[in-house]
């Protein structure tokens, strides 16, 4: 159930990008509230010196993993984290403007109000000499410590081969679920 306060601002958002009601009649996606910024802390730097900010628990969950990965050799690149309900409507606007049709967006990015980026929580994860977002992630040895030892420190792939949410295949895609 999507708060009233919030009901308003996601509807106008929608509208504008095109969403058809029957989409979020429909969508198996849960509704995911933006985390308030008082909650919120800078994980660490990304690759870039772009801040990755996640909820004070998550950041904690995820340096703990990083430093895991790389005391058993392996590089753990995060590249996305929070977004604002505002941030998912650019980056499904951008989609639409470069021509693909909304319908195929909402394949590959969840809209505003329904991305667990939302949250604090999520994570999307590379390595070096992979490229970003790509499913060739899975075939990587970071993606493998990943599985082996995500849930150790609380993180889940959400969006795993055939997921009921009809988001393709999102090995890069990784959530903090507390303990």
Same mark, same amino acid.
């Given at each position: 159930m999507i708060p009233s306060d919030h009901l308003e601002r =996601?509807? $106008?958002?929608? /509208?504008?990008?095109? #969403? +058809?009601d029957s989409f979020l009649a429909e969508t198996t996606l849960p509704f995911c509230k933006e985390a308030a910024i008082?909650?919120?802390v800078v994980a660490q730097l990304d690759y870039a010196g772009r801040p990755l $900010? @996640?909820?004070?628990? +998550?950041a904690e969950a995820w340096r703990k993993l990083h430093a895991a990965a790389r005391k058993d050799g392996v590089d753990l690149l995060a590249f996305s984290s929070f /977004?604002?309900?505002?941030?998912?409507k650019g980056l499904l606007a951008a989609? $639409?403007?470069?021509?693909?049709p909304i319908e195929e967006v909402l394949?590959?990015? +969840?809209?505003?109000?329904?991305?667990?980026?939302? =949250?604090?929580? +999520? @994570?999307? #994860?590379?390595?070096?000499?992979?490229p970003q977002a790509e499913e060739v992630f899975a075939t990587t040895d970071a993606?493998?410590?990943? $599985?082996?030892?995500g849930a150790t420190y609380g993180f889940y792939e959400t969006y795993p081969r055939d997921n009921s949410f009809g988001i393709i295949y999102e090995p890069w895609h990784w959530r903090y679920l507390a303990k």
């Open positions: =996601l509807s $106008v958002l929608h /509208r504008e990008l095109g #969403i +058809a008082t909650d919120l $900010v @996640l909820t004070k628990p +998550a /977004r604002s309900y505002l941030y998912q989609k $639409v403007k470069k021509g693909m394949k590959v990015l +969840a809209p505003p109000g329904y991305s667990e980026h939302h =949250l604090g929580e +999520a @994570l999307d #994860i590379s390595t070096h000499n992979c993606y493998s410590w990943l $599985v082996r030892h």
